[in-house]
C-alpha cells in the first residue's frame, strides 16, 4: 500500500489560458481590453497629429474669453463682456432648472395617468390609454414645436394689451399671458430684516423648513398616541397652525409687496418672467415623460399580487387608502428602477431646447461657443463630461433612494 | 459606455483623418468632383430648385470652380452645411472649399486656421421693425427684444452695438431665417435682425411688405466669401482667381454670350490673358489654358450671376450697391490678370 500523498498540484500551462474554462473568461476580456485601449490610443494619437498636421491644436484656453454674445435666461450674472466658461455655467443652470422642474411635474402627471389608467372607470382609464399612447408614440421634438408653436400662435403679444381698448387685458391686474411667455408679479419686502435680498429669501426657507419638522413631529406624536390609546388626535388644525402662523408673522414683519409687471414702450417689464421657450420645454418633456411614467406605474401597480387589494378591502380600507397604504409602497420597488430612466431622459432631452431657443447647455457650450470660437472637439468633450456626469449624479442619488425602499432580504 | 466612447473617439479620428492632406487641386482632379460646401438652403444664394438642381449665388461659385479645374460645372458635389457644421467639414477634408455666404473675419482667417480667398459679397447687418411701432433708428431700441440666429457674427454684433449705445435688450436666438420670420410675425420678437441682404429677402416674402422697415442704421461690416485650408496654397490660388476671374470678366465685358466670340482672341490684352489664349496664366496655376473661359461659361461673369440669382429681377431683389465694379462706384475690384 502506498501512502497518501497530497494530489499533484496543477502545474499553470499557457494553454490553460484558452483551454481551461476558469481562465478562458478572463483571457478574452483581457485581451477586448487591451484592443479598446489600443483602439482608442491611436484614433486619439490620430487626432491630436492630424490637428497639429493642420496648425490646430486642442486648447481650452478660448472658455476664459470674452463671449460677446447675450443670453435672455439667466440666473447668475452674465452680460456680454464675461467668459465662455460664465456662458456655460448659464447654460448649465439652464439646463438643470428645466430638468428639475420637468422631473418633479413628469412625476406627478405619471403618477396619476398611471393609476388612473387601471381605474374602474371605462372613461377616466381609456382617456388615459389615449394620452399615453398619444404620447409615447410621437418624438418629443415634435412635442416641443407644437407647443411652442400653438403657445405663440395664440397667445397675444405685448401690443395686444395697448391702448384704450386693447383686445387682451391682464388677468385680475397683475398676469399676463404673452406669447413671449407669462409675466407676474414678484414679491419683494419692503423693510427686509437683511440688506441682500437673497438671505432674506434664505429666511423665509429656513422658517418654511423648521415648520416643516414641528409638523412633523406633531404627526409622529399622533401617530404614538394612536398606537399606545387607539385613538387619533386631531391634527389638521395644529399643523395648519404651525405652517401659518409663523410664515404670515414673517411676511408682516418684513413687510411683504408685490412688484408687479408693467407694459412699457415693447415689453412688459418688472415682475417675474418665465420665459415662452421654457415653459414650452418644460410643459413638453414633463407631458412627455409623463406618459412613459405612467406606463411605469401601471406596471408596478399590477406587479402586486390582487390579493393584497382583496386583503386590505377585507380590513375595510377604503379605496383610496389601500392604494395609498397597501398598493403604492410595494409598487414603488418595481416603478423606481425605470423611473431614474426616465429622469435620465428627461435631462438629455432638455438638449432640444435650442429647438424652441432655450439657452441650455448645448445652445450655449454646444451652440454659439462652438460656432463663435469653432473649437467643436474640445466643446463637444466638455458636453459630453457635462451629460456623464450629471446622469451619473442622478442615477447614483436616485439608485440610493432605491435601497432605501427596496425589499429587504436578510 | 466602452462602445459609446469608442464609436464617438472613432467618429472624430474619422473626421480629422483627412485634415492634413496638401494638393487639394490633385485630389479634386484625381476625384473627378469637387466638393463644394453650401448652406442648408437659403433661397438665391444656395437653394434645391424644383429638379433637385443646386441653384444660386453661391452654388454658382462652386460650378465655376469645377468648371476651371475639371472642365465641367456640374463636377459638384454639394455638401449642405449649418452654421454649426461648416469649419469642422472644411477643416476635416469633407468638403474642399466653403462658399456658404460666411463672414471673412480675423479668428476664422488667422486662428481657426482658414484662408478667405475674397469676397463675393459685401454686406452689413440691418435691423427690421413693423412700422406699427413708430421707431425710426436703432437707438430708440432700448427694452425691444430681438429676433437673431444664433452663432453667427450677427449675434456678436447685435451685443457689441447693444453695449456701445449703452441700451438694453433681449435676444431671442432661433437656429433659421424661416424661424425667424414665423416669430417676428406672430410678434414674439419687436425686431428681427440678420445681413440687409437677408432682411430684403425675407421681408420680399411678407404678405405686407409695405408694414416693415428696415432701420437705417447698418451696423457691421460682412464681407461673404468662400474659404479654404490655411496652408494649401496652389489650391487658395485657383478658388481666389477663379472668383477674380468672375469679377474681372464683367469688368471687361465678357459675358456667357460673347465668350466664345472673345476666346478667338481680341485687341485687349488683359481679356487675351484672361481667356488664356495669350500667356501662361492657366499654366502657373496648374490648369488648363482656357479654364478661367469654362469658370465663365459655367454661369457667366460676376454681374450675370448677380442678376440671374439675387438682382433686381429676382425676388430676392437686391440692389447692385457696394457690390458693383469699382468703375461704377462699388466695391468690387478684382487684381490685373497679368
Given at each position: 500500500m502506498s501512502t497518501m500523498t497530497d494530489p499533484p498540484k496543477a502545474d499553470f500551462r499557457l494553454s490553460m489560458l484558452i483551454n481551461d474554462t476558469r481562465y478562458r473568461s478572463l483571457t478574452f476580456q483581457v485581451i477586448a481590453a487591451i484592443v479598446i485601449a489600443l483602439s482608442i490610443w491611436y484614433l486619439g494619437n490620430n487626432l491630436i497629429q492630424n490637428l497639429r498636421a493642420a496648425g490646430l491644436n486642442i486648447s481650452y484656453s478660448f472658455l476664459g474669453d470674452s463671449a460677446g454674445y447675450d443670453i435672455n435666461q439667466r440666473l447668475v450674472e452674465y452680460d456680454s463682456q464675461s467668459s465662455h466658461a460664465r456662458a456655460a455655467l448659464v447654460g448649465l443652470l439652464n439646463t438643470l432648472l428645466v430638468a428639475f422642474l420637468a422631473c418633479i411635474t413628469a412625476t406627478v402627471f405619471g403618477v396619476i395617468a398611471g393609476v388612473l389608467r387601471l381605474s374602474n372607470n371605462w372613461l377616466v382609464s381609456k382617456l388615459m390609454a389615449v394620452y399615453v399612447e398619444i404620447f409615447r408614440n410621437i418624438p418629443v421634438l415634435i412635442w416641443i414645436i407644437i407647443i411652442f408653436t400653438i403657445m405663440t400662435a395664440v397667445l397675444p403679444p405685448p401690443s395686444a394689451f395697448r391702448g384704450e381698448n386693447p383686445t387682451s387685458s391682464m388677468l385680475f391686474g397683475s398676469f399676463a399671458f404673452t406669447n413671449r411667455g407669462i409675466y407676474f408679479p414678484r414679491p419683494e419686502f419692503a423693510?427686509?430684516?437683511?440688506?441682500?435680498a437673497a438671505l432674506n429669501w434664505l429666511l423665509v426657507i429656513a422658517v418654511l423648513i423648521g415648520s416643516w419638522f414641528v409638523s412633523g413631529e406633531v404627526e409622529k406624536r399622533a401617530t404614538k398616541k394612536q398606537e399606545e390609546t387607539g385613538e387619533r388626535p386631531a391634527t389638521l388644525l395644529p399643523k395648519l397652525a404651525i405652517w401659518l402662523v409663523p410664515f404670515v408673522l414673517l411676511m408682516i414683519i418684513m413687510g411683504l409687496t408685490w412688484d408687479v409687471p408693467e407694459l412699457k414702450r415693447f415689453n412688459f417689464s418688472g415682475g417675474l418672467n418665465a420665459g415662452g421657450p421654457l415653459i414650452a420645454l418644460w410643459f413638453a418633456l414633463s407631458i412627455y415623460t409623463g406618459a412613459f411614467i405612467a406606463e411605469n406605474v401601471r406596471a408596478g401597480i399590477q406587479a402586486i399580487s390582487k390579493g393584497q387589494t382583496e386583503a386590505a378591502a377585507a380590513l375595510g380600507l377604503r379605496q383610496g387608502r389601500i392604494m395609498k397604504l397597501v398598493i403604492l409602497p410595494q409598487a414603488l420597488r418595481v416603478i423606481i428602477p425605470p423611473l431614474i430612466s426616465q429622469y435620465l431622459n428627461i435631462t438629455k432631452n432638455s438638449s432640444l431646447a435650442i429647438a424652441v431657443g432655450y439657452a441650455d447647455i448645448t445652445a450655449t457650450l454646444g451652440g454659439i461657443t462652438l460656432n463663435q470660437t469653432g473649437r467643436a472637439i474640445e466643446c463637444v468633450l466638455l458636453l459630453m463630461l457635462f451629460y456623464l456626469t450629471a446622469s451619473l449624479l442622478i442615477s447614483t442619488g436616485m439608485n440610493i433612494y432605491n435601497a432605501s425602499v427596496k425589499l429587504k432580504e436578510r | 459606455m466602452k462602445k459609446s466612447v469608442f464609436l464617438g473617439a472613432a467618429t472624430i479620428a474619422g473626421l480629422a483623418a483627412g485634415a492634413a492632406m496638401a494638393g487639394t487641386v490633385d485630389d479634386v482632379k484625381a476625384r473627378g468632383k469637387l466638393n463644394c460646401g453650401v448652406t442648408t438652403g437659403l433661397v438665391g444664394f444656395a437653394a434645391p430648385d424644383a429638379n433637385g438642381e443646386w441653384q444660386g449665388f453661391d452654388v454658382s461659385l462652386c460650378r465655376a470652380v469645377a468648371a476651371a479645374v475639371l472642365g465641367d460645372a456640374n463636377a459638384v458635389e454639394f455638401v449642405p452645411t449649418t452654421g454649426k457644421t461648416r469649419f469642422t467639414a472644411l477643416a476635416s477634408g469633407e468638403i474642399d472649399m466653403l462658399a456658404r455666404n460666411t463672414t471673412w473675419t480675423f479668428s476664422r482667417d488667422v486662428d481657426l486656421k482658414f484662408e478667405f480667398t475674397g469676397v463675393n459679397y459685401y454686406d452689413g447687418q440691418g435691423f427690421m421693425v413693423p412700422k406699427a411701432l413708430g421707431v425710426s433708428s436703432a437707438k430708440e431700441l432700448d427694452g425691444a427684444r430681438v429676433c437673431i440666429q444664433t452663432g453667427t457674427t450677427t449675434e456678436l454684433n447685435l451685443a457689441d452695438f447693444f453695449r456701445a449705445n449703452n441700451i438694453s435688450y433681449e435676444p431671442v436666438p432661433i437656429e433659421t431665417n424661416a424661424e425667424a420670420q414665423q416669430q417676428y410675425l406672430a410678434g414674439a420678437c419687436d425686431v428681427y435682425t440678420t445681413d440687409a441682404s437677408g432682411l430684403a429677402a425675407t421681408r420680399a416674402t411678407f404678405e405686407a411688405p409695405d408694414e416693415h422697415i428696415l432701420l437705417p442704421e447698418i451696423i457691421s461690416k460682412e464681407p461673404l466669401g468662400p474659404l479654404v485650408r490655411h496652408g494649401d496654397h496652389e489650391w487658395g490660388d485657383v478658388v481666389r482667381w477663379t472668383l477674380n476671374a468672375l469679377i474681372s470678366a464683367e469688368e471687361l465685358g465678357v459675358t456667357s454670350a460673347n465668350i466664345d466670340e472673345l476666346s478667338a482672341g481680341t485687341d485687349n490684352p488683359e481679356i487675351n490673358r484672361l481667356l488664356g489664349t495669350e500667356g501662361t496664366l492657366g499654366e502657373m496655376l496648374g490648369l488648363d489654358a482656357d479654364w478661367a473661359a469654362k469658370a465663365i461659361k459655367a454661369g457667366g461673369n460676376y454681374g450675370e450671376i448677380f442678376a440671374k440669382n439675387i438682382g433686381e429681377e429676382t425676388p430676392i431683389g437686391l440692389a447692385r450697391g457696394l457690390n458693383a465694379q469699382w468703375t461704377e462706384g462699388g466695391l468690387l475690384y478684382s487684381p490685373p490678370f497679368r
Open positions: 423693510n427686509g430684516l437683511f440688506a441682500s | -
